[in-house]
Structure formats: C-alpha cells, structure tokens
C-alpha cells in the first residue's frame, strides 16, 4: 500500500489478486466484486492515515453508501494481479465521496465512485462530521485536492494538532 500526491490530491493504491470465486462461469470477474474492491481501497485509504473503520464505528461513526458507480473498461480474469487507486473526492460535513481506477498493469481496467454519509450508530441518524469528529474532519479537509503539499506518511499524526 502507498501514498502518492497526484494532481488531484492524494491516493491510496492497494494489490488484489483475483481470486476464482469472483469469477463467473465465462472467467470473467463478476461485476459486483468491483464493490467490494472499493471497500478495499476505502479501508486501506483510512488505514494508511492513521484511522480504522472499527475504531470509528467503536466511537459511533457508521459510514453507510449511499450511491455506488462503476465504469467496465476491461474484464479482469482469474489470477490477474489488480491493483486498487483510491482518493478522496469530496468532504462535506454530513458525507464524503471517493474516487477508484483499477489496473491491471499499465491497463485501466475499470472506475468507479462511491459516496458515504455519516452516520450516528444509535440513531442512525445523519451527524456532522465536523462538529463531533473535529480531528479526523480536519484530516480529511487537508488531504482533499489543492489541501495538501507531500507525501503523508500517517495523516492522523501530521494533521490531529
């Protein structure tokens, strides 16, 4: 997993290997497992700076999708060695959205874009990100596009203070 300044603000790449289970019967991967590539992508980007959806949902922080897209440029077959690009997009007080380039290679083989709200875990009610999770808003806000200046090696401690 790595950090990189793009133009666009900052990604996070991750390495799948397709695995024959998310295959279909043509050999190609099934659509759906293109999802649950980005949750890949989404769980590695908060790892890589400094924060666990476990830890947040333990805080109550739930971060439910709320519109899911996916672009098929290419087919990826059993045992391609994939690679998952995620960025954020987007930070708003109330939802956050992520933008996803699958390689194979040098080959782009699919995009995508997700969009979570944020959610209280007891009321299942939306919450303001700013207003009651001040650090990792701030985090956040620093490593959208045109907020950020270098390579992050963890983000929860160059941005919390």
């Given at each position: 997993m790595r950090v990189k300044k793009v133009s666009q603000g900052y990604?996070?790449?991750?390495k799948v290997a397709v695995r024959y289970?998310?295959?279909?019967?043509?050999?190609?991967?099934y659509y759906a497992n293109y999802f649950v590539w980005f949750e890949v992508g989404r769980n590695a980007y908060f790892q890589r700076i400094g924060y666990s959806y476990k830890?947040?949902?333990?805080?109550?922080?739930?971060?439910?999708?709320?519109?899911?897209?996916?672009?098929?440029l290419v087919p990826a077959q059993y045992e391609d060695q994939l690679i998952i690009t995620t960025q954020?997009?987007?930070?708003?007080?109330?939802?956050?959205?992520?933008?996803?380039?699958?390689?194979?290679?040098?080959?782009?083989i699919a995009t995508g874009q997700t969009t979570q709200a944020f959610v209280n875990r007891s009321t299942q009610r939306p919450v303001s990100l700013k207003k009651h999770y001040p650090k990792l808003w701030e985090c956040l806000q620093k490593l959208l596009a045109?907020?950020?200046?270098g390579v992050v090696n963890n983000a929860r401690e160059?941005?919390?203070?």
């Open positions: 990604s996070v790449s991750t289970a998310e295959t279909d019967q043509m050999g190609v991967v830890a947040l949902e333990e805080q109550g922080l739930l971060f439910p999708i709320i519109e899911a897209s996916c672009r098929y954020l997009l987007a930070v708003s007080a109330s939802r956050l959205s992520f933008l996803y380039s699958i390689f194979r290679d040098e080959t782009l045109g907020n950020s200046n160059d941005f919390s203070g």
